[in-house]
């Protein structure tokens, strides 16, 4: 009787070794599919998926958050980031050390910081006016963006003027409708690598580049504009932009091309004359 009790006892235990070597086996493919997938959203609302893998998905937030990196200009102090009072606590800041934690959103006056870390967790879902007239920054650099939830992304580094070096490259952009004055007055950018971008879902592009006044060239090939109904001002003194690639353009639902390439050069305008698009040209006031 007592020999069977143990053999039924030891039988579960193995049972629920068992499922517990299941569930992990299952939790790694989930990871491993959050990773290649940048998607938490699927699992963070799946409760029963979560109670039958018996994990909390608060364990798991590493693997939706974004990660920045910034490094500021010489001599420079101010605003380095624009946090809404509602969303502070879903904002981790760190300067030089990793392991020490900054209650503040700006450098002060002579403050020697080589490099700032910030990590935003998953529950953040707008990105509006992120940046905005944080003349203090020199590069960005988007180091994880495991995320997807962000739909508004307008005025976002609007008058970072001393920006030099933004990297974009693991960017996600999947489910931004809003992208106007994104990059408006990033006067000191020289190139500006957006081939990661996904536009599917944007509707207004309106004064976008305004004032990139040093950039060169912009490839935006890779862009769908299906969707866009306002491209007002979009390269508005853009007076340094020779190579424009807008050969992916659909302006079909474009109701509002104003201002759209003035104050670039006689020999950009040619081109997009040369291109007329869907009568692109003829529709542009100046």
């Known amino acids: 009787m007592n020999s069977r009790n143990i053999s039924k006892n030891e039988q579960l235990k ?60 010489d001599n420079r102090y101010g605003k380095f980031i624009n946090i809404p009072d509602e969303e502070k606590e879903f904002y981790h800041i760190y300067f030089d050390n990793p392991n020490k934690e900054i209650k503040r959103n700006y450098l002060k006056n002579n403050e020697k910081v080589k490099m700032i870390k910030i990590i935003i967790n998953y529950q953040v879902k707008s990105f509006k006016e992120l940046f905005q007239d944080c003349e203090c920054i020199n590069s960005i650099f988007f180091k994880k963006f495991y995320r997807n939830n962000i739909t508004d992304m307008s005025y976002m580094f609007y008058g970072c003027s001393s920006l030099k070096e933004l990297n974009l490259s693991n960017f996600n952009t999947n ?7 994104m990059f408006r007055w990033c006067s000191s950018l020289k190139e500006l690598n957006l081939s990661n971008f996904n536009t599917n879902n944007v509707t207004n592009m ?23 109904i306002d491209m007002s001002g979009m390269f508005f003194e ?10 992916n353009f659909n302006i079909k639902y474009v109701t509002d091309v104003y201002r759209m390439f003035s104050g670039c050069s006689d020999e950009l305008k040619n081109r997009i004359k040369e291109l007329n698009k869907f009568n692109l040209y003829n529709n542009i006031r100046y």
Request: include cysteine.
């Open 206 to 228: 309106s004064y976008m580049f305004r004032g990139c006044s040093s950039l060169k060239e912009l490839n935006l090939s890779n862009f769908n504009t299906n969707n866009v």
């Open 14 to 73: 193995q049972s629920k070794n068992i499922e517990n070597v299941k569930s992990s086996f299952i939790l790694k493919k989930i990871i491993d599919f959050i990773k290649t997938n940048k998607s938490l959203e699927f699992m963070k609302y799946n409760k029963k998926l979560q109670k039958r893998l018996n994990i909390n998905i608060n364990n798991y937030k590493e693997y939706s958050q974004i990660e920045i990196e910034l490094k500021p200009a």
């Open 238 to 247: 853009c007076s340094s932009l020779k190579e424009l690639n807008l050969s």
């Open 175 to 181: 489910n931004v409708n809003n992208m106007s004055f």
